[in-house]
């Protein structure tokens, strides 16, 4: 098993020849590296058990774990399910860009395809939507481990392209995801915040939790350019000429500004908002993950 840290790194997983094989290294890697860290208490069970529930009958309970674990755990058929995930992955054309070599769109399908296997070790249900300024594909929440190879292939094949308009292709999913669930949200919100917070509030008006992944470059972050050049918009083709230390100041303020109000109208919708830079290690976003998982199971 290759170190933890190692198949965690963006640029590792970029070297791997097929998503299936980096998100099972991806979530081997953070296993191993939970019990390894402040975050050992999770309980990631992957065998066909789950924790004992008052009123599950007691010819299901396995006495073998009973016996060396001192805890209660019923077995788990193929068709329990624990949760109904939704993870709903931004592929409009700003999500092509990178300053390295892992675009913010590599590093959603990454993280997509991590969750994804995760879950349904889990026996959790999960399902995906493609989506920019429309619902490019949807493929409902199933439990099946086979699943992982549908959704693993539309990941492969995502094709970044049109404008960030993501509010009407919220309110759609809003309404198409019937069955109360969690919707996990990839995107680099490139929109009209307020826009975006109206669709975010259509989800949580449905009685769903949300998890949003908010997935920006470094340099989107830090604007440390350091040469004068043209800056292209990849969605518009619109183009300016500056020399980047001449507004770098007001950039930044504009995106801590954008960020705080994230962080703000998230938590007053109570709506879980997780910044993610591009590259940064996997682990902070899976872990997310599971400290929302726990809340809700």
């Known amino acids: 098993m290759p170190d933890n840290k190692l198949v965690l790194k963006p640029e590792t997983l970029s070297k791997l020849s097929n998503l299936e094989l980096r998100a099972r290294l991806v979530v081997e890697g953070f296993i191993t590296g939970l019990h390894k860290s402040p975050y050992h208490g999770f309980s990631v069970e992957f065998a066909e058990h789950r924790q004992y529930m008052p009123g599950d009958e007691l010819k299901h309970i396995d006495w073998k774990v009973l016996g060396k674990t001192g805890k209660y755990f019923v077995k788990q058929y193929e ?19 990178t300053s390295g070599t892992v675009t913010k769109m590599n590093y959603a399908s990454y993280l997509a395809g991590a969750l994804s296997y995760l879950m349904l070790k889990q026996r959790d249900a999960v399902g995906l939507a493609v989506f920019s300024d429309t619902i490019k594909r949807y493929i409902p929440p199933r439990s099946m481990q086979s699943y992982l190879v549908r959704i693993l292939s539309e990941l492969e094949n995502i094709e970044s392209d049109g404008v960030t308009d993501v509010s009407p292709a919220f309110h759609a999913l809003a309404e198409k995801l019937k069955r109360k669930g969690l919707v996990i949200i990839i995107s680099d919100l490139f929109d009209d915040p307020e826009k975006i917070l109206l669709g975010l509030k259509h989800f949580r008006h449905n009685n769903h939790e949300v998890l949003l992944f908010h997935v920006m470059d470094p340099l989107e972050l830090s604007f440390e350019f350091k040469r004068e050049g043209v800056f292209k918009d990849i969605e518009t083709d619109e183009e300016i000429n500056t020399n980047p230390w001449h507004i770098r100041r007001e950039y930044r303020q504009q995106v801590r500004e954008m960020i705080d109000y994230y962080k703000r109208v998230c938590m007053e919708n109570k709506i879980d908002y997780v910044l993610l830079d591009t590259s940064k290690n996997l682990d902070k976003a899976l872990t997310e993950y599971l400290v929302k998982r726990k809340r809700l199971y």
């Open 79 to 97: 068709e329990e399910t624990n949760l109904k995930s939704y993870i709903l992955v931004d592929a409009s054309g700003s999500m092509k860009y």
